[in-house]
């Protein structure tokens, strides 16, 4: 996506290689540069910095250095660029830098074998069977998930790893994807080697273990396989950055400051099906990798205005930054702050899949560009995983801190979806929802005390004051709603009868009047606090009066506890023969 100069080549240079074109005389130019191009990539330079915001809407910037920028257009953008009459350059398209040659090996193992040498890039038919031998080969940790088609029929696949992959428990739900540019592929080998990595290690690696046990972890290599296998389904030699309607789909999902279709293009199939799963599933982190550049770009994009949690996203960027610092030759992971930038600090754009997570979906996502060149010669991907490989998992771990918990109703006990708010620092839809299906939430954030707000439809809001969180730890949370039909449900209903009492085992219940919630149920306790007696109320297909039968009971006091579903009783009860 944003594509580093490197420091060593000043723009004379970049220029004296390749012809200089201007606007002026040249009005049948896209119809002669286009021939064979589904897309060109070019630099030029800017007399004011500030038009970049401009430009990014013109075209799609891949990076600025200075006054320096470097850019793909379309040829309809490519035309619009004209208009402005600047000087610029066009440049070698770097999925055509490298032969097909370098950039493929025919001596791979087997697809699902534990530990593939990741020195190469496989085939598109090579990436469908590895996918599928993964899950395969552990169906009882991981699901193979399609998110979607491509324009051109390519399946967008993404491996669901977990210890109980077939339920849906409370824990972090976790999303880590690739290429949505399909020329920056340095990632999409990452991510491969990372799931064989997990999967290999799961049951041995005490921390591999225990982020699969305790997180729900998806992994998709291959965003954008259209623009990946431009120059077909063998070799990713020819790969481009758009899609196949020559869209860049990180310029094509809603935007926080420009709303829908902020790049003025239809949704792309892609895009939506991005959306879809983003929307039926609940991910409370996330990063996307690019190429081109290498730095830790964190929210926003889209405007100047920091986030709520800007010093938690500078936390988790040094942190990466720095892990990877201690891996890696000198110079690796150093561009803008010595591996870490705000996105708009850098440069502004606009529909960026980054910041739609992070506003529309509550998730923090961040953009990592994780390789200047964005198709690395294969004799460098198993250096670059060395590299990786640990802030990999770092940052899966940053998704259990802050703190977390479940949110209950009173009488029920079952999940409820609800808002998690801090007051006075929450902006910007920062705050994280509960999962209506388990209850569980998870809120990374930097230490400190917050006073934190849970609010849910149908229940009385609730604020707990002086969380306490500390970095890189876990502060449990668990908070019980009352629904606000408790209070009203409790000036109106009579209460249980019980008859006879004392009762020789044998005895009847008259419920109250109100409709009695099919989840509701009785329970005969005893003094020490165990449950001896206990049966759901839908057992009595809504009869008035129960009949209850607890023969075997020795003689003493009991406590017998209805639910009604909005709110419990508790009575004595007395068995004597």
């Known amino acids: 996506m944003k594509n580093l100069i490197r420091s060593l080549l000043i723009f004379s240079s970049l220029f004296s290689s390749f012809s200089i074109f201007s606007q002026s005389g040249n009005s049948n130019l896209p119809d002669s540069l286009f021939q064979g191009r589904s897309e060109v990539y070019f630099t030029f330079i800017l007399a004011d910095k500030a038009d970049i915001h401009t430009l990014t809407r013109v075209i799609s910037i891949d990076n600025v250095k200075g006054n320096v920028v470097q850019a793909y257009a379309s040829k309809k953008e490519f035309s619009d660029f004209l208009q402005y009459n600047l000087d610029y350059k066009i440049l070698p398209h770097p ?96 991510m491969m080697h990372l799931i064989d990595y997990l999967l290999a290690n799961y049951g041995t690696d005490p921390t591999v273990t225990n982020l699969i046990n305790t997180t729900e972890i998806c992994i998709n290599p291959l965003a954008n396989p259209d623009g990946t296998y431009r120059g077909g389904n063998n070799s990713v030699y020819g790969a481009v950055r758009y899609n196949a309607n020559n869209i860049d789909l990180n310029r094509n999902f809603r935007d926080p400051k420009l709303g829908d279709h902020p790049d003025g293009n239809p949704w792309q199939p892609e895009t ?83 910041d739609y997570m992070n506003y529309w979906h509550n998730c923090r996502e961040v953009t990592v560009e994780i390789s200047d060149i964005k198709i690395l010669p294969v004799n460098q991907l198993l250096s670059y995983w060395d590299y990786n490989y640990r802030s990999f998992l770092n940052f899966i771990k940053e998704s259990h801190y802050g703190f977390n918990g479940l949110v209950t109703d009173t009488v029920t006990d079952l999940p409820v979806a609800a808002k998690v708010f801090i007051q006075g620092h929450d902006k910007d839809f920062s705050e994280v929802y509960s999962r209506g299906t388990t209850g569980f939430y998870a809120r990374p954030i930097y230490e400190g005390q917050y006073n934190v ?28 709603l009352r629904p606000l039909t408790y209070d009203a449900q409790d000036k109106t209903m009579n209460s249980v009868i019980v008859y006879p009492n004392p009762s020789d085992g044998h005895f009847r219940l008259i419920l109250p009047e109100h409709p009695i919630n099919p989840s509701c149920s009785i329970q005969v306790i005893n003094t020490l606090g165990a449950v001896v007696y206990s049966s759901d109320i839908n057992r009595f297909s809504g009869n008035s009066t129960v009949e209850i039968d607890v023969p075997g009971l020795p003689e003493g006091l009991y406590y017998l506890r209805f639910n009604s579903g909005y709110r419990i009783y508790i009575d004595k009860l007395v068995i004597k023969r």
């Open 95 to 190: 999925g055509t830098l490298l032969s097909a040659a370098e950039l493929s090996r025919s001596n791979v193992n087997r697809p699902g074998n534990a530990l593939t040498q990741w020195d190469f890039y496989p085939t598109y038919q090579q990436y469908l069977d590895y996918m599928a031998g993964f899950a395969g080969s552990h169906p009882d940790i991981c699901r193979l998930d399609t998110v979607g088609t491509s324009i051109q029929g390519r399946l967008i696949l993404t491996l669901r790893i977990s210890q109980n992959i077939s339920v849906e428990e409370a824990e972090p739900q976790f999303l880590y994807t690739s290429s949505l540019h399909g020329d920056e592929v340095t990632g999409y080998i990452l």
């Open 272 to 354: 939506i099906a991005w959306m879809d799963y983003a929307d039926n599933n609940h991910f409370n982190m996330s990063a996307n990798f690019h190429g081109g550049a290498e730095v830790f770009n964190y929210p926003w994009d889209t405007w100047p205005r920091l986030a709520a949690d800007d010093n938690w996203w500078q936390l988790v960027g040094r942190e990466w930054a720095d892990t990877v610092h201690q891996h890696s030759p000198s110079g690796y992971f150093t561009f803008m702050n010595n591996g870490i930038t705000n996105g708009y600090a850098w440069y502004e754009i606009n529909g960026g899949r980054q």
């Open 453 to 480: 707000t849970f609010s849910a439809p149908g229940y009385y809001t609730k604020t707990i004051k002086n969380v306490s969180v500390s970095n890189w730890a876990t502060t449990i949370l668990n908070v019980q």
